[in-house]
């Protein structure tokens, strides 16, 4: 029953996490990309002996030290947060959920921790090779640790390989490799890091354009260019294709955030794609009901897109917001307010064997109760659709409001999705373009593309950051797809602590961060070590 | 191999494997008790560069090790952290605050245009040290003297206080090994200093302090043991998981446990030794025998407290919410999972320590600060 909830905690604790999720990711991906730009870089250096690529090597080095040391500090506070704000999810699916944390921390972090510092304290203490060894281990370690969170996550999207155990009221692991290797969880791994990759091939790219505008550092600048758009153009076609398969898969593991991505009201087949398009914003998720309809002002369609993007195939069936509420019989979609019935039917189940096992934990009703949980049939209809029981109500009037209120922020995942989309054709022109010009030796006299070249940077944050948006803002209300919703993951605290916490968050975040940014700015001014040192750098 | 040990045997196995990463952990914590003796080490800049230095390239040891204690934590004991990080809110809170702020310090402290001054991110890291080492003294205390808490039928937990986590210090025994800790970690630093730092200065400053750290620390570690061992303890009736208090249980524990005691013996004696030769021998060597000693010590106190039928995190208020290894833990097949990653920690140790002598063969001098060929802080 919903007003049995206290939505502020849950805002306050949702948007805690969102700002420590959003910072921490605006340092990471640069982080992954960067740690194998460099590690070729040194590569070059150690193969050629030329100590211009050393001094290459060294000045991205520095700006990877400034920018590695925040992602370090708010890594931390995700991992905590799971257990301080969201204590009942970290019961719920800690059986899962916890193992991908241990195994990065054990296989990763230490990994880069090490060789990190081998990487900048071991010039003048190590062997060459050893050091370009250390290099390569710390830009291994940095993707073995996304790796793992993104099985967590993706777990979260698409939770398989478990099953519900009623005697302890959560979820347990049955099978690790379909947890690792669900489709999710490779389509997100492989998607998530080549966007790092792009990432930082466009920081490389514009800082170096940077040095171009201001004719300096001209071998350092072009040597990177070329290095980055090589990189970033092959991550690109990796990022798109995989891209591709996760709309695949979405629209079979969670349909309605593909609806919100494309603001699908109304099922169709040979759906088209909205290639562009802007919201009149007086339909939102907050008011949808049985005569919702998308309301764009504007909007460029592909005609019959969307179902090809779908299912490689015009002529399916794209299931929209409302009939994924209401159900489609005609094309076997069950309705949420079913859904709403048989998940509470499984809830009831547990309660009810709860309080026999209360007077007697062996007794026949409590055995009877316990094998309905290994009943194949009860599984598949009832125990699938768990977490929908949250929305019951016994009075039908309000329960079918309640089916209504299970839709993700519509115009935000629309918007998210297209920014990251269009941004991301615009990044693969950028890395072409940049690699024919200063492969013709032609872009430095291009002043106008470099300006264009630095001022792709924040747009390839924001990229970033409208992924992780319809990654997460798109699955709502879940926090696991279909077992736990969000209201039902948070700690039991006062709204005033959570409130405080995140304030705390806030300053702390906005101190680093203009901290970072100035650190960075001016080292990047300041630029390599002086030729003059070279026997020194 | 792992698929064959019962539910219990895993749990143990993993209980050892949390202590072993607890003991590492406090081990380690000489970074932080290094950092809140940078004023008084080092008197000058460069001294003061140097000490930062000595620990800036260790600090992510530390800190990488308090990650994976918590994620282990997590993946094995997963009642543990939804029942304490979400409970003791504050105290994870305030804790956590402490090391976000030394993550940043070492790296921007000497940067160009880092906005708030040099003397600031000394600042964190001296916070970071205080913080740091007292405040987990003070949580870990919390596995003897309980948490006020209650368990739902689901396992979703209850605090009953409102101050979530920071009523901990209002517990004496819980604010001596906070303390006690806190000294530890100081007492460590000073060791590690002595061991990689080349400077007469230095290592002048560092007896003196060596005595006026040491000793706190000794007592409070004394105080905090008698009273353990005369204190009743949260103990499970095997037969029925019932828990109830039993005089003398921890005591009992390690006459019981021989081989933790001898541990744990062995471990005093290792820890008084190192801080002997180096107050009354001058030896660098002093953190290979306290260091070693710190990690043993705690490794048994951690057995004492979740072995041999007892409730690592005992439940102030309502005994039978308490948390045995047995409830805590994760199912079989995850705890079978998780021990065969478990495999590769002997060869992050092997690494770990092949690359720790690789960087430490030369001792920081005020030469090398002048050499402008290592990264530095």
Request: aromatic share 16%; net charge neutral.
């Amino acid at each position: 029953m919903l007003e049995n909830i206290d939505f502020t905690l849950v805002n306050w604790s949702r948007g805690q996490f969102a700002l420590t999720a959003m910072f921490h990711w605006i340092f990471v991906p640069l982080t992954l990309g960067l740690s194998y730009i460099m590690a070729y870089m040194e590569t070059m250096y150690v193969k050629t002996g030329d100590p211009e690529w050393k001094r290459i090597t060294k000045f991205w080095m520095k700006l990877f030290g400034i920018n590695f040391a925040i992602g370090v500090a708010t890594g931390i506070i995700l991992e905590f947060e799971f257990g301080t704000n969201w204590s009942n999810y970290s019961w719920f699916v800690g059986d899962i959920f916890g193992a991908p944390l241990a195994i990065e921390g054990i296989m990763a972090f230490f990994l880069e921790s090490t060789f990190i510092a081998v990487m900048f304290f071991g010039w003048d203490k190590v062997s060459k090779r050893f050091h370009l060894t250390a290099t390569w281990l710390t830009a291994i370690g940095a993707s073995l640790s996304a790796i793992w969170i993104l099985v967590a996550n993706a777990w979260m999207q698409n939770p398989v390989g478990t099953f519900f155990n009623p005697e302890t009221a959560r979820n347990e692991m049955i099978n690790f490799w379909d947890v690792f290797l669900s489709e999710t969880a490779v389509n997100k791994f492989v998607h998530t890091i080549t966007s790092g990759f792009v990432l930082a091939s466009i920081f490389v790219i514009g800082v170096s354009s940077w040095f171009l505008i201001k004719k300096r550092e001209l071998l350092l600048a072009k040597r990177s260019i070329v290095i980055a758009s090589v990189f970033g153009l092959i991550s690109s076609f990796v990022l798109i294709g995989t891209g591709d398969s996760s709309a695949k898969e979405i629209v079979k593991t969670q349909p309605m955030k593909l609806a919100a991505m494309e603001a699908l009201y109304e099922g169709q087949t040979n759906a088209p794609l909205v290639a562009f398009g802007i919201l009149s914003g007086k339909e939102n998720h907050k008011n949808v009901d049985a005569d919702s309809q998308a309301d764009f002002l504007f909007k460029i369609e592909i005609p019959s897109m969307l179902s090809w993007l779908a299912y490689g195939d015009t002529d399916n069936f794209v299931a929209g917001i409302k009939d994924l509420i209401m159900g489609n019989e005609e094309q076997g979609i069950l309705s949420y307010e079913e859904k709403i019935k048989r998940g509470y039917e499984a809830q009831q189940a547990l309660l009810a064997l709860k309080k026999v096992q209360k007077n007697n934990p062996e007794s026949p009703e409590a055995e009877a109760l316990k094998a309905k949980f290994r009943d194949p049939d009860f599984i598949e209809n009832n125990v699938k659709y768990f977490g929908y029981g949250n929305f019951y109500d016994p009075d039908p009037e309000v329960l079918k409001k309640n089916a209504f209120k299970m839709v993700p922020p519509i115009s935000m995942t629309f918007y998210a999705f297209h920014i990251m989309v269009i941004l991301g054709g615009l990044f693969l022109l950028l890395f072409a373009v940049f690699l024919y010009l200063v492969m013709k030796d032609q872009l430095h006299n291009k002043k106008w593309l470099l300006w264009a070249g630095v001022w792709t940077i924040p747009l390839a944050y924001i990229a970033s950051q409208a992924g992780w948006i319809v990654a997460e803002v798109g699955r709502q209300p879940w926090v696991i797809q279909d077992l736990m919703p969000t209201m039902k993951a948070v700690t039991h605290i006062d709204v005033g602590s959570v409130m405080t916490t995140f304030i705390l968050f806030s300053v702390t975040f906005i101190g680093l961060f203009i901290a970072e940014i100035r650190i960075m700015i001016k080292q990047i001014k300041v630029g390599p070590q002086k030729k003059e040192d070279i026997n020194n750098v | 191999m792992f698929e064959s040990l019962s539910h219990l045997a895993l749990q143990q196995y993993w209980w050892i494997i949390i202590s072993v990463l607890g003991g590492a952990l406090v081990f380690l914590m000489f970074v932080q008790g290094g950092q809140t003796l940078i004023y008084q080490v080092g008197k000058s800049k460069d001294e003061r560069t140097m000490l930062i230095n000595a620990l800036g390239r260790k600090w992510e040891f530390t800190f990488t090790t308090l990650v994976t204690f918590g994620g282990a934590f997590f993946a094995s004991f997963p009642l543990f952290y939804s029942t304490s990080f979400g409970g003791a809110y504050w105290a994870w809170m305030v804790l956590l605050f402490a090391f976000i702020l030394q993550a940043v310090s070492y790296e921007f402290r000497s940067r160009p245009g880092n906005v708030f001054g040099a003397r600031t991110y000394e600042t964190f890291l001296f916070i970071n040290g205080l913080i740091g080492t007292f405040l987990l003294g003070v949580v870990v205390a919390s596995f003897f003297t309980g948490s006020p808490f209650t368990l739902t039928d689901l396992n979703e937990t209850r605090w009953e206080s409102p101050l979530r986590g920071l009523e901990l210090l209002f517990n004496l025994h819980n604010l001596i090994l906070g303390l006690a800790v806190f000294f530890l970690g100081r007492t460590l630093g000073l060791l590690y200093f002595k061991n990689t730092v080349e400077d007469e200065k230095i290592e002048n400053n560092i007896r003196k302090q060596l005595w006026y750290n040491a000793l706190p620390f000794l007592i409070l570690f004394v105080a905090f043991i008698t009273w353990l061992m005369f204190r009743d303890g949260y103990a499970i009736n095997p037969d029925n998981g019932e828990i109830f208090m039993e005089p003398y249980k921890y005591f009992r524990n390690l006459i019981e446990m021989p081989l933790v005691l001898i541990l744990f013996l062995a471990a005093v004696i290792l820890v008084i030794y190192g801080i002997a030769i180096t107050l009354f021998r001058n030896s660098s060597a002093g953190i290979w025998f306290t260091g070693p000693g710190t990690f043993l010590a705690v490794f048994s106190l951690f057995l004492v407290a979740g072995f041999n039928n007892t409730a690592f995190y005992p439940s102030s208020i309502d005994p039978q919410s308490s948390l045995t290894i047995m409830k805590a833990s994760s199912s079989h097949f995850t705890l079978t999972v998780m021990s065969y990653v478990s495999l590769m920690i002997p060869i992050v140790a092997a690494y770990i320590w092949f690359t720790w002598r690789a960087i430490n063969k030369k001792k920081i001098s005020k030469d090398e600060l002048s050499s402008g060929e290592s990264h530095f802080y």
